[in-house]
């Protein structure tokens, strides 16, 4: 069970300085979990915590019940938490299969690496000998970050707006990935209905710097008559 | 014995004598030259170095030629000339080691000039590699001036590995009609290494092309300084790109100079310089990889 704990992130000389405000939210296990909430509302910032890459003003982060809030991202990678980014690093000389490798080093083996690129729907001949650099595009490269994620798997997923720069052609394809993943608690940034969806649990950010979690039968309906969703709404 | 070894294994990847021509230079001594079918080896009358022939319509013939110096205090100079014959294809291993472990300065000076001829496609690989004990100087300084005539195409990969206490690369090139020339460059200094490259490539007639990458890495209080001066006299195209990393307190600069001295000669120079990008260094971190197997798993993706 991974657990936020009266969470703030605060940045200094920002416009907004208080970023998250006291959240608690517990995820369901082996669930998935899609946040949504207006830009700006802190939802990338939660992945990055709970993924190490930024340290919360306040309160702690807690995975079946040990304090992670101190570890590093390496050591939070190793527990099983495994972020997929929202705009993926391209790297000079770097292949497509070396990246896959450094996710999981069964992908040293061909057939694996082309498995992982197939799951994202990649035809793996084309992309494993691939430099991971400006030679791709913002699509193919968003679906290598996903593969890389998929392949190095973990107790933990987060993904962060998994849909941007995927073409609507390949929105099924991308939900049933989702929903195909077993024995691993999902957590979503989104904004796209199709994605919320999938969800068995949303969780909604709003502009206040606060968070509500509950069942999509039960938030869904709420949230399409609130103002924050309305707004949400006229974003998307 | 173990240290040549050593080093030719790590110029060359050779553990014996190649197939294809061969010359091995020893402490200031050409040791071995062995011809192939049609690329001939002399050794100038002076002594001053070796001229090498490449007969036209040569294919799919190599040769290495590695140097040596394990002497500590020798500063030698070697003058080679390369004729590449028309449409021949060949390539060329080179490079040096040096292996110092006395007080005194060591160095070799590489002077190589290739004429290539009427389409004849040049692969010249050139690796300098330097060992021994931290306070001893290791020095070398190539100097390569390429003659490339029409449609002839040269791709110069050059290397240099963390050791060489000093290097000053002095690259010249006179490109002809339709010709191409392409050079890569890999550089790694350390400790208080300072590596020098200057590239000085003239486009001479229509159709003529450059293509210039240079990527290095400089770490701790090395010094590295990148000069390009591409000029078109006429309608052609060069690009220079330079990357680098610096680390620590290393330091790097990039001086491009492009002239052009004809309308529709098209140059342009680009240049990267700076520590390793955070995000990559964080990137690689989130699939488990410890900062320092990140930085080195970049720096070796960079230099690839």
Redesign the interface.
């Known amino acids: 069970m991974l657990n936020i704990e009266n969470i703030s992130y605060k940045v200094q000389n920002a416009q907004r300085e208080d970023i998250l405000q006291n959240i608690s939210l517990s995820f369901p296990e082996n669930k998935i979990t899609v946040i949504t909430g207006p830009n700006g509302s802190g939802k990338s910032t939660l992945l990055k915590l709970i993924a190490g890459i930024l340290q919360p003003t306040s309160g702690k982060i807690c995975l079946n019940k040990q304090d992670i809030t101190p570890l590093s991202v390496t050591k939070r990678a190793n527990l099983g938490i495994t972020l997929a980014w929202q705009q993926p690093v391209r790297f000079k000389g770097i292949t497509v299969k070396q990246l896959l490798t450094f996710a999981n080093p069964n992908c040293a083996q061909l057939s694996t690496a082309c498995s992982a690129l197939a799951r994202v729907g990649l035809c793996a001949k084309n992309y494993v000998n691939r430099l991971a650099d400006e030679s791709l595009s913002g699509g193919e490269l968003k679906r290598i970050e996903l593969a890389c994620a998929l392949a190095k798997g973990g107790n933990i997923l987060l993904f962060d707006e998994p849909e941007a720069g995927i073409d609507l052609w390949s929105f099924t394809q991308l939900t049933h990935m989702f929903t195909s993943i077993q024995n691993a608690t999902i957590i979503i940034v989104s904004h796209q209905t199709k994605i919320l969806e999938i969800a068995d649990y949303i969780c909604l950010f709003q502009e206040d710097g606060s968070a509500i979690l509950d069942t999509k039968q039960k938030l869904l309906p709420k949230i399409q008559q609130t103002p924050t969703c309305q707004k949400l709404q006229e974003e998307v | 014995m173990q240290i040549k070894d050593s080093l030719l294994q790590q110029l060359t990847f050779m553990h014996s004598v190649p197939q294809g021509a061969y010359s091995l230079r020893v402490n200031g001594k050409t040791e071995t030259v062995q011809n192939s079918a049609h690329i001939h080896i002399e050794r100038k009358p002076d002594g001053s170095g070796l001229t090498v022939r490449v007969d036209a319509q040569t294919k799919n013939e190599s040769l290495h030629m590695p140097v040596v110096v394990s002497q500590t205090g020798l500063n030698e100079t070697v003058t080679n000339d390369f004729y590449i014959g028309e449409n021949a294809e060949v390539t060329i291993v080179a490079g040096c080691g040096i292996h110092n472990t006395g007080e005194k300065q060591s160095a070799h000076n590489g002077v190589h000039a290739f004429y290539v001829g009427k389409n004849a496609k040049l692969t010249y690989m050139e690796k300098h590699i330097a060992s021994g004990n931290k306070t001893s100087s290791k020095e070398l300084n190539p100097t390569t001036v390429l003659y490339l005539k029409e449609n002839a195409t040269c791709t110069l990969d050059t290397t240099q590995t963390e050791g060489v206490t000093l290097a000053n690369r002095i690259t010249k090139a006179y490109v002809g009609k339709n010709a191409t020339l392409i050079i890569k460059e890999k550089i790694k200094t350390r400790g208080t290494e300072e590596a020098h490259t200057n590239f000085l490539v003239e486009l001479l007639e229509d159709g003529a092309r450059v293509e210039v990458t240079s990527?290095s890495v400089a770490s701790e209080n090395s010094k590295q300084s990148f000069v390009s001066t591409v000029t078109g006299k006429a309608e052609s195209f060069g690009h220079v790109s330079c990357?680098a990393i610096v680390l620590n307190n290393a330091k790097v600069s990039s001086t491009p100079t492009v002239v052009c001295e004809h309308p529709s000669a098209t140059l342009v120079h680009e240049a990267a310089i700076g520590k390793i990008?955070s995000?990559?260094l964080?990137?690689?971190?989130?699939?488990?990889?410890?900062?320092e197997e990140a930085e080195n798993?970049?720096i070796?993706?960079?230099?690839?």
């Open positions: 990527r990357d990008a995000d990559q964080l990137k690689l971190m989130t699939l488990g990889l410890t900062q798993a970049i070796e993706g960079f230099l690839q």
